[in-house]
């Protein structure tokens, strides 16, 4: 089964000069993929996310989710965004029950998986907090607890820890993966983190500045569960060493003038 | 802790108060200046105690109106700021329409009430709605409108009922906003129900304020006024504490 399909998708943004955002993507995501989409800012990459929530229409070409033509967001995807979008006025535990209220589900089966995702995240004791109290890693935990708890056959993430110190995505990355290993559903998660991405993922997709294509695709052949260190090992170093001589070549990373800049992307 | 603190907010203002009240008394002594013009706080609170009741009855009347006025406004405040930004039509028909009506001073429109209306308590209702409504619909549409882009993505992707986005994403997320209206309009529902009395009443604190003008006694006059002033705080802090208990999730940390 294929989550997702993409064949020769456009997107252009219509206006006074108008933008192509997405040009000749094709791409097929296998069920129970873990997928990065990795790119630098500002090259579609979100883009390509939001046309598969059915967000953001596409200008040409196809675009399926579970074999059907997107048109309006799909049934049963979760999504994750880059600012965890929790309701403030909701406890965590309301919070993650959004989607049941929105969708008519029964709450007693939800409530058991609510509680299962809280163990899984270490957020079993917050479940009363409202999401002031909570630090920004507790509250993307939520979101992701959030956007689970209805079992998507496919989580939808945008740059969702884009927003957090470098510590605490170290941390993220490591329960997302664990997460993910009890989950098994199909995960699209977008970063412009070359680490983060192949940390993560069975299959890296590169895409090109703007307007976005699809540069390269790697498979990632680590064994899971990996722990960071794997960050430290040759393989792994092969891996990213490929993407950054990519994004050399593509004129993003000039290590003349400032290594800052490869710090940066990471 | 928090009751510690308001208390301490009200010891202060009542001993900054209490210290005007003493710098007035002075004054007035020191400068021999005549009641007339400008009464002594102790002849004031004298005057008060001539009938305080017949006072207090007078103020329970002007409260009432200010908070008929009040109701109106928030029910009907709210509601249109939701047809404002949930219909593109009625924006662009009615919004400009409602601007340029706030601009009409009220107060010059209100005589035309009575004449509608007639000499009862409904005139000075709907001048007390028409003056506080304003602030009502520009903040709960402001409020309304402040839906972060990614809650409403949210919204789209859970593919909820509008009814369900509306009173559980929405209102709330207006509420904030919708209570700093409402703290503005409380103070303006008041001034609206003076206003009223003004033009046509033989009851309420602007009536007294109206007529005690008129043979000059002024001690009366200030009286009133005290109370009026009186009745604003306690009406603004009330709505203070409202807020306080409906958002607590804003004040956490």
């Known amino acids: 089964m294929i989550a997702v399909d993409a064949n020769n998708v456009q997107k252009t943004y219509a206006g006074p000069r108008s933008t192509l955002a997405l040009d000749n993507v094709s791409l097929e995501i296998p069920q129970g993929r873990f997928v990065s989409i990795l790119g630098p800012s500002g090259c579609g990459k979100s883009t390509f996310l939001r046309c598969i929530a059915g967000l953001e229409q596409i200008t040409s070409g196809s675009l399926q989710v579970q074999g059907s033509e997107v048109q309006g967001p799909p049934d049963n995807i979760g999504m994750v965004f880059q600012r965890d979008a929790l309701l403030d006025w909701r406890t965590v535990e309301k919070n993650i029950m959004l989607p049941i209220e929105f969708k008519k589900k029964p709450e007693a089966d939800a409530r058991v998986a609510m509680k299962k995702l809280l163990k899984l995240t270490g957020l079993s004791e917050f479940g009363d907090r409202y999401p002031r109290e909570l630090s920004g890693g507790m509250r993307q935990r939520a979101a992701i607890c959030r956007a689970l708890i209805d079992s998507p056959e496919l989580l939808l993430m945008d740059e969702p820890f884009g927003a957090l110190d470098a510590l605490t995505r170290d941390q993220m990355n490591v329960e997302l993966q664990r997460v993910w290993m009890e989950v098994r559903n199909t995960v699209v998660f977008v970063t412009h983190g070359i680490s983060e991405a192949v940390y993560l993922a069975d299959k890296v997709v590169i895409f090109s500045p703007r307007p976005g294509r699809i540069v390269e695709i790697m498979d990632i052949n680590l064994p899971r569960p990996r722990k960071l260190s794997v960050r430290e090992t040759p393989e792994f170093g092969a891996y990213t060493s490929h993407i950054r001589d990519l994004f050399s070549s593509m004129g993003l990373i000039d290590e003349h003038e400032s290594d800052a800049l490869t710090e940066s992307s990471w | ?253």
């Open chain 2, 1 to 253: 802790m928090k009751s510690v603190f308001l208390s301490r907010r009200l010891l202060t203002g009542i001993a900054s108060f209490l210290v005007l009240m003493a710098a007035w008394e002075v004054s007035i002594k020191a400068f021999g200046i005549r009641p007339i013009m400008l009464p002594a706080p102790s002849s004031i609170l004298a005057e008060f105690r001539t009938d305080s009741s017949w006072y207090l009855g007078n103020a329970w009347y002007t409260l009432l109106t200010t908070l008929a006025g009040f109701a109106l406004s928030v029910i009907f405040g709210v509601l249109i700021a939701v047809l404002l930004v949930s219909v593109k039509w009625f924006e662009n028909t009615v919004y400009p329409l409602i601007v340029s009506f706030n601009s009409v001073p009220k107060v010059a429109i209100a005589p035309l009430f009575v004449v509608w209306l007639g000499t009862g308590p409904e005139p000075k209702i709907a001048i007390s709605f028409l003056i506080a409504v304003f602030a009502i619909i520009v903040d709960a549409v402001h409020g309304l409108r402040s839906v972060p882009a990614d809650v409403m993505d949210l919204g789209r992707v859970l593919k909820g009922s509008r009814w369900d986005f509306f009173f559980k994403v929405r209102l709330p997320c207006a509420l904030p906003s919708i209570l700093t209206g409402m703290k503005v309009s409380i103070s303006l529902a008041l001034v609206g129900a003076i206003v009223g009395e003004f033009v046509a009443s033989q009851r309420g604190l602007g009536y007294i304020i109206l007529s005690a003008q008129g043979s000059f006694d002024t001690p009366r006059v200030f009286a009133a006024l005290f109370l009026l002033g009186g009745m604003g705080m306690a009406l603004f802090t009330m709505l203070e504490w409202i807020e306080r208990r409906v958002t607590h999730w804003r004040h956490i940390a």
